[in-house]
C-alpha cells in the first residue's frame, strides 16, 4: 500500500540509512532486496545527495522532477513551527539564479503550467518539489535548466523580510481554508509529537515566522544527505547522471545528518470520539487496532505483507459467509503503525454493541481455531490469481514512478515490478498455512489490549453516547464466548460456463453496399476518419494503438430532455434507465445482461438536455455484432414490465417522503450553491427540480416512454457515431455502412445541419431559460467564523467554433495568471485561486468563466475591487505577446500528451465534445494554424466583448453578509 497519508521519519546516520532496517523495534527475515524498477540508475555522491534516474515514454518527450527533502513539520523547535511548509513557499519566491517569479516563469516558457506542471507539498516528514518539464526540443539545455531550478532548491532560496511578510497572508489564507477531512483525526493522530506538529502550522505559528528562523531551520535540514532527485521520463540516465555529479558535488552540508525517529503513540485502554449525525438512520462504530506495520523493503517483507493482506481477505470470506455485516481492513496510517479496522452498524445501540460481541466472537475463534481445510483453499487460490499475470508496467506513467521513488525514499518501501520476484512471492503465498494466519491473528488481536481506538457516528436513535466501558463489555463478551458452529460449503463448479443464446438479429453478417456511403474523409494530421452515411448517420474514426484491440463508442444526436413539454417531463425524463431494463427482439433484459458480460461488451442509452445517444464498448472482434445490437436496440427494443413496475412501486412507497440526500442538500452550503449555480446557467433544466408526485407516478406508462424513446433514435438524420480504439478503420467502416446504411432515411425533409439542436427544442429552452441580465449576489450560511468561499461568473454568449472556444481557453488562462500575479502574489489576498471555462455551443452558445477561491471576511471588498480592476485592465490593454506564446505552447503539450496514439479514451472524448460544440474535424486537424492566428488583438477584443464588469453573479458561502 502506498503511504500517501502522513509520513514519518527516523534517525540514522549516511553509511547506515539504506542497509539498516527501518524499524529499530523490529526484526524482519532477511532476504534479497526488492530490485528497483527496470532501467532505473541510483546513486549517491560523497556528500550523501542522492538521485534516482528512470527512463520512461509515458508520456512520451516529458521529463517529471522531484526534490525529496526528509525534513518536514516533525523536525520543527516550539520556534519553528511553521517554517518547513513556509520554507515550501520561499522556494517559489526567488533563488539565486532565479530571482522573483523567473523560477516559475522559465517553466512556464516551456509550456507548464504553476500549480499543475509545477508545484510542491510539505508533510511531517518531507517536502517534495516536483515540476514537468517537456524535452521535445533541445533536451540537453532544458535538463541543465532543470537541474539548476533543483540546486537552488537545495541550497539558494533567497529569504528576506519583504517576501517573507508578503507570503504570511497567502499562507494564512490556506490555513483559513484548510480541512483535514476527518472528523476522527484527532483519535486517530495519537498522543505523541504528530498531534503537536501539523504541517502548515497556527496563526500564531505562522506570524510569528521571522526570517531569521527560516534561514536556520533551512541551513539545517536543506543538506545534500537529506535530498534527492528523483527523475523519470525521456532521458538518457548516463548522460544526466554525468550532469547531476557536476553540479552537486559542490553542494555543502553535514553527511551525517541525524533525523529523530518519532513512533506513533497512543495511552492504553480504549479511546472513544463520537459524532452525532441527525441525518443517519444507522450508526457506524469503527474499531481501530493500531499495530506495527510492514516496510517492502526485502521480497521477505513483500511475503509478509501479501500475507497480511491475505488475513483481511480471509476475514472478510469468513464474515460474509456468516452474513456478518462488516467491514475489515489493514492500512498504514503514520510513521510506524497500522490500523486495523471493523467497522460495523446498526439501527440501535443493542444492535450495534449486539455486533461488535459478534465480531469479536469470531475473530477470537478464527484466532483459535483457523478455517476449515476447503474454505482454507477456497480463500488461498482466489488471492494468489492476482499473480498468474503477468504485470505490465508500460503504461504506467514518468509522474507515478515518481511517486514510487518517493515512497522508497521517505519509508524504504520498494513495490514488486521484477517478474523473477514477483513469482518468489507468489510460491511463498502458495505454502503460506492458516497457522501462519492465525499468528498474524493473534498478535493484531493482543495489540487490542494495549490501545483500541473507537470511532462512532451515530444517529439520534442511539440516545445517549456511547461509552468505553460499554464498547469494552462488549467487545469481552465476544471474545470469551464459545465458537459458534460453521460448516463451509464449497461452491459448485460447473464445467461449462451457461450457455447464452445468440440471436440470428446479432450474428447476422449483412452485405456492404458502397452506395450507402455519400461521403469520406480523412484528416492526415490526426487521422481522423469522417464518414457520412446517405441516410444522414455520420461515422467519425479514431484508431490507436493501445495493446488491447478494443473499441470505445459514443453516439449522439440532437434533441433530449429540454425537448420535453412540461407536463409531460415527469413521465419520459427516466426514459433512458426504464430503455435500458429491457432487452431486444428474441433477448429478455437479463440474457442481454449475461450476453453483454459473455462478451465484454457494454452498451448504455443516454439522453441529456440536448441530446440522445449510446455509450458503450466492444472487442473490435465483435464490432458486427456490436453494431447489430445498437441497430436492434432503435428498431426492436424490448420492455420489461415486471421491472418497470417494480420500480415504480418502490417510487410510490418513497412519494412525498423527504430522502437523505434531499436533507443534505438542505444543510450543505456547498451543495446548495453548486445547484445554484447549475440553475442559473441553464445547465439544470426548470423542469428536472420537480419531483414526481404520487399522481404522476401513478400515471407512469413503460409503453408511451417506448414511444417517447423511438421518436428520438429512430431518426438517422444528426445521429453522430464517435468510435476510438485498436482496430483496422477500412474493416470497421463496412462493417459500419453494412449494418447502419440499412436504416431508412426520414420521410421529413430538413436542411438543418446534423449537429444543430431542433428549433423548436432551441426555442422551448429559451423560453424557460434566459442568462441573468443583472448583477446577482447570492450568499450561502456556514460555520467559518472568518472565511468566504466564493465564485464569481462572467457569463455571455458565443459562435461556436474551434477558434472562438481557443479564445475561450486562452482568457481562462490568462485570468488565471492575473489573479496569481495580483490577488495571491502581490495583494495577498487568496491562496489558490482557482479559474474553470464551461462552455456548449449548441444549442446555446453559451460560456462562463468560474473564478472561484476564498479570502478573509473583512477582505471581501479588497478582492472585489482588485478583480474588477484587473479585469477592466485586460478588457482595454493588450496582454504580452510573450505571454500569449507560452500560454499557446502550453496548450500544444497538453494536446500532444493527452491525445497521443493509445489514448483512445481521450480521443473519444475529445472528438465527442468539439462536435457537440459546433466545432468540426477539418478545425481540428488544423489546431495548430488556429491558435497561432490568435494575437493579443483579438485577445483584447474578446475581452472587451465576453466580459463585463458590472454584470456578473457573485455566488458565496460566508457568515458575514456581503453587501454588493
Known amino acids: ?36 524498477p527496470q532501467g532505473t540508475v541510483e546513486g549517491r555522491l560523497e556528500n550523501g545527495f542522492h538521485y534516482l534516474i528512470m527512463p520512461n515514454h509515458m508520456p512520451a518527450s516529458r521529463v517529471e522532477v522531484r526534490l525529496i527533502m526528509r525534513a518536514g513539520s516533525i523536525l520543527e523547535t516550539e520556534q519553528e513551527k511553521g517554517c518547513a511548509h513556509f520554507l515550501e513557499h520561499m522556494a517559489f519566491q526567488g533563488t539565486t539564479h532565479f530571482p522573483g517569479r523567473s523560477l516559475v516563469e522559465s517553466l512556464e516558457k516551456l509550456g507548464m503550467r504553476y500549480g499543475q506542471d509545477i508545484n ?82 497556527s496563526v500564531d505559528d505562522i506570524r510569528r515566522v521571522t526570517p531569521r528562523t527560516l534561514k536556520n531551520f533551512y541551513r539545517k535540514w536543506y543538506v545534500p544527505s537529506l535530498a534527492t532527485l528523483a527523475i523519470a521520463g525521456d532521458v538518457s540516465p548516463l548522460e544526466l547522471e554525468q550532469e547531476i555529479k557536476t553540479l552537486f558535488s559542490g553542494c555543502k552540508g553535514n553527511a551525517s545528518v541525524c533525523i529523530p525517529f518519532h513512533p506513533l503513540q497512543y495511552d492504553e485502554g480504549i479511546h472513544l470520539s463520537e459524532v452525532r449525525d441527525t441525518l ?4 457506524r462504530l469503527e ?17 509478509r505483507k501479501e500475507q497480511e493482506r491475505l488475513l483481511v481477505k480471509a476475514l472478510t470470506t469468513r464474515l460474509n459467509d456468516r452474513k456478518q455485516r462488516c467491514e475489515v481492513s489493514d492500512q498504514w496510517y503514520l510513521s510506524d503503525k497500522n490500523h486495523f479496522t471493523l467497522s460495523v452498524e446498526g439501527k440501535s445501540r443493542e ?42 508496467y508500460s503504461s504506467r506513467s514518468s509522474a507515478m514512478w515518481c511517486d514510487d521513488f518517493t515512497d522508497y525514499v521517505i519509508s524504504g518501501d520498494r513495490y514488486l515490478t521484477d517478474e523473477t520476484q514477483r513469482k518468489q512471492v507468489a510460491a511463498a503465498l502458495h505454502e503460506t498455512s492458516q497457522g501462519r494466519l492465525q499468528q498474524l491473528l493473534e498478535e493484531w488481536l493482543a495489540a487490542r489490549q494495549e490501545t483500541l481506538l473507537a470511532a462512532c457516528s451515530s444517529h439520534s436513535g442511539m440516545g445517549k453516547p456511547l461509552t468505553t466501558e460499554e464498547i469494552a463489555t462488549a467487545w469481552d463478551k465476544g471474545r470469551q464466548a464459545s465458537c459458534r458452529p460453521y460448516q463451509y460449503v464449497r461452491p459448485q463448479k460447473t464445467t461449462n460456463e451457461p450457455h447464452v443464446h445468440t440471436p440470428d438479429s446479432l450474428s447476422a453478417r449483412h452485405p456492404f453496399n458502397p452506395a450507402y456511403i455519400a461521403d469520406s474523409k480523412t484528416y492526415p494530421r490526426t487521422g481522423v476518419r469522417d464518414v457520412r452515411l446517405k441516410n444522414g448517420i455520420r461515422l467519425v474514426l479514431k484508431p490507436t494503438l493501445q495493446s488491447e484491440t478494443g473499441l470505445l463508442l459514443t453516439s449522439f444526436a440532437p434533441s433530449g430532455l429540454a425537448s420535453i413539454p412540461e407536463k409531460e417531463y415527469p413521465f419520459l425524463e427516466g426514459a433512458a434507465g426504464y430503455m435500458d431494463m429491457g432487452g431486444i427482439s428474441g433477448m429478455t433484459g437479463d440474457s442481454l445482461s449475461e450476453y453483454l458480460y459473455r462478451q465484454e461488451m457494454s452498451l448504455t442509452s443516454v439522453i441529456e438536455n440536448h441530446w440522445h445517444g449510446f455509450i458503450g464498448m466492444s472487442p473490435s472482434s465483435k464490432a458486427a455484432e ?38 443534505m442538500l438542505k444543510r450543505d452550503s456547498d451543495r446548495l450553491l453548486a445547484a445554484r449555480m447549475s440553475e442559473l446557467m441553464g445547465e439544470t433544466l426548470a423542469t428536472s427540480c420537480r419531483q414526481p408526485g404520487t399522481e404522476q407516478l401513478q400515471r407512469l406508462n413503460l409503453d408511451s416512454i417506448a414511444a417517447y424513446y423511438k421518436t428520438l433514435y429512430a431518426r438517422p438524420e444528426g445521429m453522430t457515431y464517435v468510435i476510438s480504439g485498436n482496430f483496422d478503420a477500412n474493416t470497421l467502416i463496412r462493417q459500419f455502412a453494412a449494418v447502419f446504411g440499412r436504416m431508412p432515411a426520414s420521410t421529413q425533409k430538413t436542411t438543418r445541419p446534423c449537429t444543430e439542436a431542433p428549433r423548436h427544442e432551441a426555442k422551448q429552452h429559451t423560453a424557460l431559460f ?155 486537424d488544423d ?28 455566488l458565496y458561502i460566508s457568515k458575514k453578509l456581503l453587501e454588493e
Not at 490556506?174 to 498522543?191: A, C, M, Q, V
Not at 469470531?362 to 499475470?389: H, N, S, T, V
Open 120 to 201: 510542491a507539498f510539505t508533510g511531517f516528514d518531507r517536502t517534495v518539489y516536483m515540476f514537468a518539464v517537456p524535452v521535445d526540443k533541445d533536451k540537453e539545455a532544458v535538463m541543465k535548466h532543470s537541474l539548476l531550478i533543483v540546486r537552488d532548491w537545495l541550497q539558494g532560496m533567497s529569504i528576506d523580510s519583504l517576501k517573507v511578510e508578503n507570503e504570511k497572508g497567502v499562507i494564512l489564507e490556506e490555513l483559513r481554508g484548510y480541512n483535514l477531512g476527518d472528523e476522527f483525526y484527532p483519535l486517530k493522530i495519537g498522543t505523541g509529537l504528530f498531534s503537536r506538529r501539523m504541517p502548515l502550522g
Open 626 to 663: 456490436f453494431f447489430n445490437l445498437i441497430y436492434q436496440k432503435i428498431t426492436a427494443p424490448q420492455l420489461n414490465y415486471e421491472d418497470f413496475e417494480e420500480v415504480r412501486a418502490e417510487l410510490l412507497a418513497a412519494s412525498g417522503k423527504e430522502t437523505v440526500l434531499e436533507k
Open 770 to 924: 434566459r442568462l441573468p441580465d443583472t448583477k446577482l449576489v447570492e450568499g450561502f450560511p456556514c460555520s467559518h467564523e472568518t472565511q468566504t468561499l466564493f465564485d464569481y461568473l462572467f457569463f455571455g454568449h458565443y459562435r461556436p467554433g474551434l477558434k472562438n472556444t481557443l479564445v475561450l481557453k486562452l482568457m481562462r488562462d490568462i485570468i488565471r495568471n492575473r489573479l496569481i500575479s495580483i490577488l495571491r502574489e502581490q495583494k495577498s489576498l487568496v491562496y489558490s485561486p482557482y479559474v474553470s471555462l464551461k462552455y456548449e455551443g449548441l444549442p446555446r452558445s453559451i460560456f462562463y468563466f468560474d473564478i472561484h477561491a476564498s479570502a478573509d471576511n473583512d477582505r471581501m471588498h479588497e478582492l472585489g475591487a482588485a478583480l474588477k480592476q484587473l479585469l477592466e485592465r485586460l478588457r482595454r490593454e493588450e496582454v504580452d505577446e510573450e505571454e500569449l506564446q507560452t500560454l499557446k505552447r502550453s496548450f500544444l503539450i497538453a494536446k500532444r500528451e493527452t491525445l497521443n496514439e493509445e489514448a483512445a479514451s481521450a480521443w473519444r472524448t475529445t472528438l465527442t465534445e468539439l462536435l457537440k460544440n459546433g466545432e468540426t474535424p477539418a478545425d481540428f
Open 351 to 392: 444492535e450495534l454493541l449486539s455486533c461488535v460481541t459478534t465480531l469479536a466472537g469470531e475473530l477470537y475463534c478464527l484466532a483459535r481455531e483457523g478455517w476449515q481445510p476447503e474454505e482454507w483453499q477456497d480463500i488461498k487460490k482466489d488471492f494468489c490469481r492476482k499473480y498468474d499475470k503477468t504485470e505490465d
Open 287 to 303: 474499531l481501530m487496532i493500531p499495530h506495527a506495520c510492514v516496510v517492502e523493503r526485502t521480497v521477505n517483507d513483500a511475503v
Open 927 to 954: 489546431y495548430e494554424q488556429h491558435l497561432a492566428s490568435i494575437s493579443p488583438a483579438v485577445l483584447r477584443e474578446a475581452f472587451e466583448r465576453y466580459i463585463d464588469v458590472e454584470k456578473y453573479v457573485l
Open 1 to 36: 500500500m502506498r503511504r500517501n497519508k502522513l509520513p514519518f521519519f527516523r534517525c540514522l546516520s549516511l553509511t547506515a540509512l539504506w542497509a539498516a532496517a527501518l524499524f529499530s523495534h523490529a526484526v524482519y527475515a532477511q532476504s534479497s532486496p526488492i530490485a528497483l
Open 280 to 283: 443517519r438512520n444507522r450508526s
